[in-house]
């Protein structure tokens, strides 16, 4: 697949890492012009900022962030440590979990999210042109949180009915919908006519 402007996909995942039949593993190894931020041995947010810098640094050109779960807090948490980057076209902001609630059980508890750096999440517009799409059931952030979340970032919210975290668990390997959610952040907007 590839985007207009030749921009390089970045593929950021989720606290649980790699995931054979994880839709951005498919779009990962579908887009010749895409790389993924490597997996984290820790929890530890900075240690994912860093790595997801030195993906972008692979970057020859302009770069889409197509992010999921905790990934989509990486990339808040990134885009406010770097408000001039000018290289990123937008952001494809999938499921974002609301880590400032408690998580079900099974996933890291908050105060072990906090002294990670994960919370508070950031709540400041981004620089970038951005999508959050979202899920009416999803087990890690409430619809009216995620909203607000979107809101905050300036972010354009798709609401994608009841996928759960868009996961397989929740029963989602391929994602179709995700090229043209993407391709719509690889196109300029269109001016309005006078």
Do not use: C, K
Request: zero cysteines.
């Amino acid at each position: 697949m590839r985007t207009t402007n030749h921009a390089t996909l970045v593929i950021v995942p989720g606290l649980r890492e790699h995931v054979d039949n994880h839709w951005q593993t498919i779009l990962a190894a579908e887009s010749p012009n895409a790389r993924t931020v490597p997996p984290s041995s820790n929890l530890s947010l900075d240690e994912r900022l860093t790595a997801l810098d030195q993906t972008l640094s692979t970057v020859p050109g302009r770069a889409i962030l197509v992010a999921h779960s905790a990934g989509v807090l990486t990339t808040v948490h990134w885009a406010q440590r770097h408000p001039n980057e000018i290289r990123i076209t937008g952001a494809l902001l999938a499921t974002p979990p609301n880590l400032d609630t408690a998580l079900p059980t099974g996933y890291p508890a908050q105060h072990t999210l906090a002294a990670s750096g994960w919370t508070p999440t950031p709540r400041r517009q981004l620089p970038f042109p951005s999508i959050v799409a979202a899920s009416s059931n999803d087990p890690l952030a409430d619809p009216g949180d995620v909203a607000d979340l979107a809101a905050s970032w300036g972010s354009r919210l798709i609401d994608l009915g009841e996928v759960g975290h868009l996961n397989p668990a929740s029963g989602y390997g391929p994602w179709p919908e995700a090229l043209e959610l993407i391709r719509q952040l690889a196109e300029p907007p269109t001016p309005p006519h006078p």
